[in-house]
Structure formats: structure tokens, C-alpha cells
């Protein structure tokens, strides 16, 4: 069946560096999306893969191994202001995007 | 650009009220999405729109329709509320060639609570 799974929550500390990691097994696979959501907000894009490798995008680069099903997010020289839950989304073969639950992630001073 | 707007932002129904909410976006997209986001789960999809006068059902319709008479809007209608319907509800939309392979942009968010 379809799952994405990534931890519920994680607790790093600023200007640290956090890894947060993304499994999956879907349908079919046609890219994964990562996207941060502040409490209350709405959730904003951050990045999307489709072929394996690193993608890098200031302080935020995004990984993807279509063979292992795994992505992972790496926030570097971590600011209070990443403290938000991240969302793994996956769109399958039928081109439906399945979410994973988000991780909360707290930083501290 | 205002990008998408929903409404409203709040609002508490009682049992087999009814209701809709709105949704609009200004940027041309052809695809919109309605989800709702419950606490420690996935964002649910409710229903999407691949343009005007096309709608379809997503992974939890029951209880709600929609209705797509512009590229613009995209309201959601809830009848007869009922109490597993309070959730936090998002409207999106996109551009691509495909569904889903493009970056999603949320309204602000709408807080239902049915008592």
C-alpha cells in the first residue's frame, strides 16, 4: 500500500545542522516534494526532485535515491525562524500527491 | 498578486448546518485542490479540478461537493455538517503540464469546528 513515513518530531539547536529523512512506497513514482508549514499557516514549497541526487537551495538542499524510496532534507546554519513541521508529499504513477504526516522540528537556542 | 484567497478563516457549525467554502485564485492555474489537515496526519485530499467545468473526487469526498465554473474559483460546499468534519481546510492551486508535478500554492487556510 501506499506510506510515507519521516520521523514525528526532531530537536536540533541553532545554527546547527538537521537532517530530516523521508521514506516512502507508493504507486509509481513521478517526484517528491518537500514543504516547510509554520503552526497556523499554510504549507510553502521548498523543493521538488524528480532524478537522484543533491539538490541545493541556500540553506535548504533536498536528496533523493529513487531506488532506496528515500529522500532527505538538509537545513543548514539553523534560525529559530525553521522551527516548523516539514512535509514529504510523493506524486505516484497516477499522478495523485500521497503526504507524509510532517515533522515537527523545534530549535533551540 | 493576491495569489490564493479562502474564506472564511474561521467558523463554527452546528450539527446538519451547511456551508460553503470559498476559494480563489488570481494567477491562471489549471489545477486546484481541496484538503483538509487533521492533527498528526497526512494532508487528506477532498476534491481537485483539472480546469472549468471539471471536477473530481479525491481521497475523502464524502460529505462535501464542489464546483468549478471558472478558472477562478473553486468552492467547497459542506452539507449536512457533522462533527468528523471539523478540520482544518486548504485550497491550492498549480500550474503544469501534468497534476502534481508542479509547486503548490495554499490559501491561508480555513478553521471549521462543528459542534
Known amino acids: 500500500g501506499q506510506n510515507i513515513d519521516q520521523p514525528t518530531e526532531m530537536t536540533a539547536t541553532e545554527g546547527a545542522i538537521v537532517q530530516i529523512n523521508c521514506t516512502y512506497q507508493t504507486s509509481g513514482f513521478n517526484g517528491l516534494f518537500w514543504y516547510q508549514q509554520h503552526a497556523g499557516e499554510a504549507p510553502t514549497f521548498l523543493s521538488y526532485?524528480?532524478l537522484d541526487g543533491l539538490e541545493e537551495k541556500g540553506r535548504f538542499s533536498s536528496f533523493l535515491s529513487r531506488s532506496k524510496g528515500y529522500s532527505y532534507l538538509l537545513l543548514k546554519e539553523l534560525q529559530m525562524k525553521d522551527s516548523a513541521s516539514y512535509l514529504c508529499a510523493v506524486t505516484e504513477s497516477n499522478y495523485q500527491l500521497i503526504w507524509g504526516a510532517g515533522t515537527k522540528l523545534i530549535i533551540k537556542p | 498578486n493576491a495569489g490564493v484567497t479562502q474564506t472564511p478563516k474561521f467558523r463554527i457549525l452546528k450539527i446538519g448546518q451547511s456551508m460553503t467554502l470559498q476559494c480563489t485564485q488570481d494567477m491562471n492555474h489549471n489545477y486546484m485542490y481541496w484538503y483538509r489537515q487533521d492533527p498528526g496526519m497526512g494532508l487528506k485530499l477532498i476534491y481537485y479540478s483539472v480546469g472549468a467545468g471539471i471536477t473530481d473526487k479525491g481521497e475523502v469526498p464524502n460529505g462535501y461537493n464542489v464546483s468549478r465554473s471558472t478558472t477562478e474559483d473553486f468552492p467547497l460546499r459542506l452539507e449536512l455538517a457533522a462533527p468528523s468534519q471539523t478540520s482544518v481546510y486548504f485550497c491550492?492551486?498549480?500550474?503544469?503540464?501534468?497534476?502534481?508535478?508542479?509547486?503548490?500554492?495554499f490559501g491561508e487556510g480555513s478553521r471549521l469546528t462543528v459542534l
Open positions: 526532485n524528480v
Open positions: 491550492a492551486s498549480s500550474y503544469s503540464e501534468t497534476m502534481n508535478t508542479g509547486e503548490l500554492f
